[in-house]
């Protein structure tokens, strides 16, 4: 078997990586959605904000101190955030949110920001990186579908026996 037929198969792993990528997002949209409707409604003290200041970092984060109905305190360390949306949170010194302890996602800002709230923009940042993993999984299924097949039916254009250079190519074609 030829480096090119294994190339092709090893393929395989990227639209399978893609879509494993595709439910991650599916699952962090779904956990963010039950938390949000799910969870008890409360206002957090705005701890730290972190805001990267440089262009290739955009790891931007709040941390957060919630009362829980019971009378305890749960505490959120760098609860990562879009980086367009910390920024207006900055000078708050409370945030709504809703809580719901155990579950994937216990913390969720349901403040407002403009006219939609943090958690959904997350939410819907999550769907979209759901969306364009699915579509790219599905455009390079496709294409190294056909890959493989070319090479199953016409062979590896390196192994076709190509004896000496063809004089009747247009490349060689002299133009005056």
């Known amino acids: 078997m030829s480096l090119l037929r ?7 792993a990227l639209p399978v990586l893609l879509v494993v990528l595709c439910g991650h997002q599916a699952k962090v949209a779904g956990d963010l959605t039950s938390t949000r409707t799910e969870g008890t409604e409360a206002t ?16 931007d984060y709040i ?4 009362p829980l109905p019971d009378g305890s305190t749960l505490t959120k360390d760098r ?30 800002v349901t403040e407002a920001i403009g006219s939609t ?4 923009t997350q939410r819907r940042i999550a769907m ?32 076709r026996g190509v004896t000496g250079p063809d004089p009747g190519h247009p490349a060689r074609q002299v133009v005056r």
């Open 63 to 66: 941390s957060l101190q919630v």
């Open 128 to 159: 979209m990186n759901a969306a364009i993993s699915l579509g790219a999984a599905l455009l390079f299924a496709v294409g190294i579908f056909y890959w493989n097949r070319t090479l199953q039916t016409t062979g590896d254009p390196a192994e």
């Open 79 to 108: 609860l990562a955030l879009p980086h367009s949306l910390v920024p207006a949170l900055q000078e708050k010194e409370t945030v709504s949110v809703r809580v719901q302890p155990g579950a994937a996602r216990e913390v969720v």
């Open 6 to 12: 294994i190339a092709a198969r090893s393929a395989w």
């Open 44 to 59: 957090a003290q705005v701890l730290d904000v972190h805001v990267e200041r440089r262009v290739d970092v955009t790891y």
């Open 117 to 120: 709230t943090v958690v959904d």
